[in-house]
Nanobody, 113 residues
Framework: VQLQASGGGLVQAGGSLRLSCEAS????????LAWYREGPGETRDVVAS??????ITYAGSVKGRFTISRENIKSTHLRMNSLRPDDTARYYC?????????WGQGTQVTVSS
């Protein structure tokens, strides 16, 4: 299974971006999916996650601004509104499919003030 993240870019503070993550390969179920981000000199932290029941959890810093969604078994998105400079990071998608975890290569989001 491979994950391809896209949709990052440079945006002004207050702007919006929509990240996408497309999975390729063969698997029968997705146990959970999540978006993480890693800023310069920081650890990789979870931003939003969705479990197999559809229950969603957001990091406090993005609650109310970011929305995670799942289009189908192989496609997930992260809608990011009201972006702030401290949202600048490389964003990674992560899925657990058939009991195994997979990372995407990440997409850079840069928010200018």
């Amino acid at each position: 299974v491979q994950l391809q993240a896209s949709g990052g870019g440079l945006v002004q503070a207050g702007g919006s971006l929509r990240l996408s993550c497309e999975a390729s390969g063969t698997f029968s179920s997705v146990n959970s999916l999540a978006w993480y981000r890693e800023g310069p000199g920081e650890t990789r932290d979870v931003v939003a996650s969705m479990d197999s029941s559809g229950s969603i959890t957001y990091a406090g810093s993005v609650k109310g601004r970011f929305t995670i969604s799942r289009e189908n078994i192989k496609s997930t998105h992260l809608r990011m509104n009201s972006l702030r400079p401290d949202d600048t990071a490389r964003y990674y998608c992560f899925i657990v499919a058939d009991g195994r975890g997979y990372w995407g290569q990440g997409t850079q989001v840069t928010v200018s003030s």
